[in-house]
């Protein structure tokens, strides 16, 4: 069993600041890809960013330039820097790691998501 146990999401204001963190535990052989997608009310879930086991990055547009994806490979855990926050960043953000198993194959888990308030 793998869980993603996200933190740090809040209230804040508009232009404010906020970090979220997601670990992942249980057993596990490797983690490849993780990111962060979110859904706002009404909304699809949409990816925000992605990192890969080895550093790339890939961020949505609307996040370019204020969002800051990074990873702890020893500490199975992925970091999400929001600054200049927008109040259309609101949604619940969930964390996403895709993680290989001893003797499986690589599937996708999903953290139960932290709600992210921007204030205008």
């Known amino acids: 069993q793998v869980q993603l146990v996200e933190s740090g999401g809040g209230l804040v204001q508009a232009g404010g600041s906020l970090r979220l963190s997601c670990a992942a535990s249980g057993i596990i052989f490797s983690i490849n890809a993780m990111g962060w997608y979110r859904q706002a009310p009404g909304k699809q879930r949409e990816l925000v960013a992605a990192?890969?086991?080895?550093?790339?990055?890939n961020y949505a547009d609307s996040v370019k330039g204020r969002f800051t994806i990074s990873r702890d490979n020893a500490k199975n855990t992925v970091y999400l820097q929001m600054n200049s926050l927008k109040p259309e960043d609101t949604a619940v953000y969930y964390c996403?790691?895709?993680?290989?198993?001893?003797?499986?194959?690589?599937?996708?888990?999903w953290g139960q998501g932290t709600q992210v308030t921007v204030s205008s």
């Open positions: 990192i890969t086991s080895g550093g790339s990055t």
């Open positions: 996403n790691a895709d993680v290989t198993r001893i003797g499986r194959l690589p599937r996708d888990y």
